[in-house]
């Protein structure tokens, strides 16, 4: 017999049958991973049933009930929130009227509604910015008109980014198509720019259009957090997802005004005013094992 033909000292002794056995024994499966939403969602239902509703409604108790009312045109109001990221409401509105007064427009007046939840003086009733003529502008310059709003290094280039994502993709600078989708969809396509998170893309689409949707600021995570609603480490995304499990599609606005405001006279970040607040005996903050 040749080298090459000679079977090997293991092949000899195991029959073949035990072989084919062996090689067919089925591998260990792993687990899936529960998707965290869900799994959050079933733990809410079972140990704390009914919280979101005891907190909504405690809430309406407080600061009644929200009604729904668009404050200003879709694409005003992305470039007002990515104006407002890290800083206070009013500083954004400052800088978006210099915004109007260094590219009028010539379109027809807004009326500017603040918005219950709002945290800045209002905006004057004007026509928007001339989106193409903010685009095309010399970066410096518009750092320059848009400065009191802070880190405008960021928010200039993120403002032209997405003026032009807007434009080469739908042929101006108007999103009022984003009302003809659905929530997620919506979301999806103004997440798609870069720069804007779904925290963003949830305020444009919850008070141009009242889309379901419930953005998560600073304001309303404390305050789910606190209480238990969310998850203490659940960072931006999960929150998002979550509070959309959680919350009926017709409490979103209503939820994230409330909220919103419980945050900033209530529970504040440094020494929440729990002997003020109707949601205390639920609370996980100032009981952990409140019900
Ligand atoms: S009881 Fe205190 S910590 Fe809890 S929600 Fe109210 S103010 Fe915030």
């Not at 027809?108 to 709002?118: A, C, D, L, N, Q």
Request: aromatic fraction near 6%; charge should be positive; proline fraction near 9%.
């Amino acid at each position: 017999m040749s080298p090459a033909t000679k079977p090997t000292p293991a092949a000899k002794t195991r029959p073949t049958t035990q072989r084919a056995t062996k090689a067919a024994k089925p591998k260990k499966r792993k687990r899936a991973r529960p998707d965290p939403v869900v799994a959050w969602s079933r733990r809410m239902a079972r140990y704390r049933p009914g919280l979101v509703d005891f907190t909504l409604d405690e809430l309406a108790e407080r600061y009644g009930r929200p009604v729904w009312e668009r404050r200003l045109d879709p694409t005003s109001e992305l470039i007002l929130t990515i104006l407002t990221q890290n800083t206070a409401d009013t500083n954004a509105e400052v800088a978006f009227e210099r915004l109007r007064a260094a590219y009028p427009s010539g379109l027809p007046v807004e009326v500017h509604r603040p918005g219950e939840g709002w945290g800045g003086r209002g905006l004057a009733d004007g026509a928007p910015p001339d989106w193409v003529r903010v685009e095309m502008a010399p970066i410096e310059e518009l750092m320059d008109v848009i400065r009191p709003a802070g880190i405008a290094t960021q928010k200039a280039p993120r403002i032209q980014a997405s003026l032009r994502k807007i434009r080469e993709e739908r042929g101006d600078h108007s999103l009022e198509f984003l009302g003809e989708m659905t929530a997620r969809e919506a979301r999806d396509w103004l997440t798609g720019i870069n720069g804007v998170a779904k925290k963003t893309a949830s305020v444009v689409l919850l008070f141009c259009f009242g889309l379901p949707l419930v953005p998560i600021d600073r304001h309303v995570e404390r305050v789910l957090k606190r209480v238990g609603l969310l998850p203490a480490k659940a960072i931006d995304d999960l929150s998002h997802e979550i509070a959309l499990a959680l919350i009926e599609p017709d409490r979103s606005y209503e939820a994230h005004v409330n909220l919103i405001r419980h945050g900033r006279l209530v529970c504040h970040a440094r020494n929440p005013a729990h002997e003020l607040c109707p949601l205390r005996d639920r609370c996980r903050f100032v009981n952990p094992k409140a019900p």
